[in-house]
């Protein structure tokens, strides 16, 4: 469930470039704060997504921050300690909770306030992932829903859709028992669930990286645009 990020960090700030003529149209765009999150299967390369998403928006002018799940606060520290790289998963239940409460700590510690400071928010998986991976493991999703309900609706939540012959070959040997093909294929089938339920907006994470990244930015500005007018 967790792709490895470069940094020590799990925030990525990107210096924007000189103030255009634009500027302006940008911090007015922004004085609210927008959240996004990019979702995916394992290894289906948001994390890389994010990132440049980030770096995107930031040369932009956009005062955009990177996070990701599981947090780096004390809660997801222990999941992907004790939870993600074990033999055998814990129960079901157990991940729910512990994941919905790394999240409570992650919205009201860090998502909220860079929010509040008008920033936009890019992060590398949230409550979405709680639906797909819980969800798959036969959990009732409402109550999943019902425990995660300290979480913030995303202004725009991607899916990046990659098929599973190109995850299986990518997980081969992943650590995480979360990349699991049985695992990643009940995982697909919530998440195309919840883009059919018009709830997730899928991209096709088939074509060349830079042409993804291009389309997310995209949306991401498109949506920006709407939210405003």
Known sequence: MVEPFASTTDRLIVAAEPRSLAYEEVQALTKKGFFVCIEGLDKSGKTSQSILLVQALSKKGYDTVYTTEPSRGEIGTFIRKYVLHRRERV???????????????????????????????????????????????????????????????????????????????????????????????????????????????????TRPVEVVANHIETLVLDKLKHQTA
């Open 91 to 205: 129960p079901a239940v157990v991940e729910a909770l512990l994941f919905a409460a790394d999240r409570a700590e992650h919205t009201e510690a860090e998502v909220k306030p860079l929010l509040k400071e008008g920033k936009i928010v890019v992060s590398d998986r949230y409550v979405y992932s709680s639906l797909a991976y819980q969800g798959a493991a036969e959990l009732d999703i409402s109550w999943i829903a019902e425990i995660n309900k300290p979480a913030l609706e995303p202004d725009l939540a991607i899916y990046l859709d990659v098929p599973l012959e190109v995850v299986f070959k990518r997980c081969r040997h992943g650590k995480s028992v979360m990349e699991r093909p049985e695992v990643q294929r009940r995982v697909q089938e919530v998440y195309q669930r919840l883009v059919r339920e018009g709830k997730m907006i899928a991209v096709d994470g």
